[in-house]
């Protein structure tokens, strides 16, 4: 897809980010073809992403790959007067600024509307954090599975014999990061309507709560309580959960009320429709146990490809992958999941790419930046010289490496 026809083209975004979930978020917005322009403080090694195992070295990582693909880097040290010039500098020429530092830091460091609004009053300030930034927790440090301890996740994942159990991956610090990213958009948006920009926070903690979702209303309403459920099952839809089969396993949800016929159906089990014990979704909850009882019962005497070549298509059902297998098989193929990127040291790099298609095409994307590999340029753009780029290097307020 050629670069000109992305929607976000045009926008500039600083990023003083690290990490997992502003990086994350900010990739998205890259991919789209916005400008998004990492700030690193060189004289610390740079975003702590690059250094993370076990797949670094110098100053680069797998990691730090798979957050910060499209964007650009400047080598910056922002306590410093100089470079606090060239920030306020950068902020002039951009249209938001996003950061993911602790929240009691934002303030003092002046990476708020306040302080950049004398300088573009349009400019729209994200701050994603762990707690927010004037609360009695602003200063602490906190990070996605601690978020996911609190919020409850752990005492409604895995099975109910089980010690608590996380989440296998981070997603609270993906949906903040996404979440941030929103309100970046809408941000900007409402700038180019008002010709005023303003601060806009989102916290990881807020971020983790808000997705407790329905679960939380009907406790908050109706005094339910969340747990949970063997086999990762519905709370409240029957038969949703997993099944053990000859080889392995298959997750069967039958979530709507044409499923169930369908389903019972395909497993030569038609009686079961008019079952009164188990025949719509009051009843099969009632009797969850029944249920899975009986499917169990008919799941095991068939591998699992047996089972999919009935269900598929009838109602959502699928094998349960590892990674290895869940990249492998056939329609990641056909989605064209994963993506090659040319890199000098990670010669056959690949990641999985961005899920938005634009004219069903996948949206280009090159590595992510050496520290300061773009800082020469990004100087240029804002007006410095090239005598006045060299004697920033030279005190090392900048940093640069060119490939």
Same mark, same amino acid.
């Given at each position: 897809?050629?670069?000109?026809?992305?929607?976000?083209?045009?926008?500039?975004?600083?990023?003083?980010?690290?990490?997992?979930?502003?990086?994350?978020?900010?990739?998205?917005?890259?991919?789209?073809?916005?400008?998004?322009?990492?700030?690193?403080?060189?004289?610390?090694?740079?975003?702590?992403?690059?250094?993370?195992?076990?797949?670094?070295?110098?100053?680069?990582?797998?990691?730090?790959?798979?957050?910060?693909?499209?964007?650009?880097?400047? !080598? #910056? /040290?922002? &306590? %410093?007067?100089?470079?606090? =010039?060239?920030?306020?500098?950068? $902020?002039?020429? +951009?249209?938001?600024?996003?950061?993911?530092?602790?929240?009691?830091?934002?303030?003092?460091? !002046? #990476? /708020?509307? &306040? %302080?950049?609004?004398?300088? =573009?009053?349009?400019?729209?300030? $994200?701050?994603? +954090?762990?707690?927010?930034?004037?609360?009695?927790?602003?200063?602490?440090?906190?990070?996605?599975?601690?978020?996911?301890?609190?919020?409850?996740?752990?005492?409604?994942?895995?099975?109910?014999?089980?010690?608590?159990?996380?989440?296998?991956?981070?997603?609270?610090?993906?949906?903040?990061?996404?979440?941030?990213?929103?309100?970046?958009?809408?941000?900007?948006?409402?700038?180019?309507?008002?010709?005023?920009?303003?601060?806009?926070?989102?916290?990881?903690?807020?971020?983790?709560?808000?997705?407790?979702?329905?679960?939380?209303?009907?406790?908050?309403?109706?005094?339910?309580?969340?747990?949970?459920?063997?086999?990762?099952?519905?709370?409240?839809?029957?038969?949703?959960?997993?099944?053990?089969?000859?080889?392995?396993?298959?997750?069967?949800?039958?979530?709507?009320?044409?499923?169930?016929?369908?389903?019972?159906?395909?497993?030569?089990?038609?009686?079961?429709?008019?079952?009164?014990?188990?025949?719509?979704?009051?009843?099969?909850?009632?009797?969850?146990?029944?249920?899975?009882?009986?499917?169990?019962?008919?799941?095991?005497?068939?591998?699992?490809?047996?089972?999919?070549?009935?269900?598929?298509?009838?109602?959502?059902?699928?094998?349960?992958?590892?990674?290895?297998?869940?990249?492998?098989?056939?329609?990641?193929?056909?989605?064209?999941?994963?993506?090659?990127?040319?890199?000098?040291?990670?010669?056959?790099?690949?990641?999985?790419?961005?899920?938005?298609?634009?004219?069903?095409?996948?949206?280009?994307?090159?590595?992510?930046?050496?520290?300061?590999?773009?800082?020469?340029?990004?100087?240029?753009?804002?007006?410095?010289?090239?005598?006045?780029?060299?004697?920033?290097?030279?005190?090392?307020?900048?940093?640069?490496?060119?490939?």
């Amino acid at each position: 897809m050629n670069n000109e026809h992305l929607p976000l083209k045009g926008l500039k975004i600083i990023a003083l980010e690290q990490y997992g979930a502003a990086p994350f978020g900010t990739m998205f917005l890259a991919d789209l073809g916005a400008d998004v322009i990492k700030v690193e403080n060189h004289l610390t090694g740079g975003e702590m992403g690059r250094h993370v195992v076990p797949y670094s070295e110098d100053g680069d990582s797998l990691f730090f790959q798979s957050f910060s693909a499209n964007k650009r880097s400047i !080598g #910056l /040290n922002i &306590k %410093s007067s100089n470079g606090r =010039k060239i920030l306020d500098k950068l $902020v002039s020429s +951009s249209d938001a600024l996003i950061n993911n530092l602790r929240g009691d830091l934002v303030n003092k460091l !002046g #990476l /708020n509307y &306040k %302080s950049f609004s004398k300088h =573009k009053p349009e400019i729209v300030c $994200v701050h994603l +954090s762990a707690y927010g930034r004037n609360n009695s927790r602003a200063s602490w440090p906190g990070l996605d599975y601690v978020m996911q301890a609190e919020a409850g996740y752990l005492s409604v994942t895995g099975e109910p014999s089980s010690p608590p159990t996380r989440f296998g991956l981070s997603i609270v610090d993906y949906q903040a990061g996404l979440t941030a990213a929103l309100a970046l958009l809408a941000g900007i948006l409402g700038a180019q309507r008002t010709g005023r920009g303003q601060d806009y926070d989102a916290a990881l903690f807020d971020v983790a709560m808000t997705n407790l979702s329905y679960p939380a209303t009907w406790h908050l309403t109706e005094g339910y309580k969340p747990e949970r459920i063997a086999r990762s099952g519905h709370p409240s839809l029957v038969p949703s959960e997993l099944y053990k089969t000859k080889n392995g396993w298959i997750f069967i949800m039958a979530n709507k009320d044409s499923f169930w016929p369908k389903l019972v159906t395909a497993i030569e089990k038609p009686q079961w429709i008019k079952d009164p014990r188990i025949s719509d979704f009051k009843s099969r909850l009632k009797n969850r146990q029944l249920v899975v009882e009986l499917l169990s019962e008919v799941f095991i005497k068939e591998n699992t490809e047996y089972w999919l070549s009935k269900l598929t298509g009838l109602l959502p059902c699928a094998p349960v992958n590892n990674i290895e297998s869940a990249l492998s098989n056939k329609f990641s193929d056909e989605r064209m999941i994963t993506q090659k990127i040319s890199h000098p040291k990670w010669q056959n790099m690949k990641v999985v790419r961005q899920p938005i298609l634009a004219d069903e095409n996948v949206l280009p994307r090159k590595k992510a930046p050496l520290l300061g590999e773009d800082t020469i340029n990004i100087l240029k753009e804002i007006g410095y010289e090239e005598e006045e780029i060299n004697t920033l290097l030279s005190d090392k307020t900048i940093f640069s490496q060119i490939i």
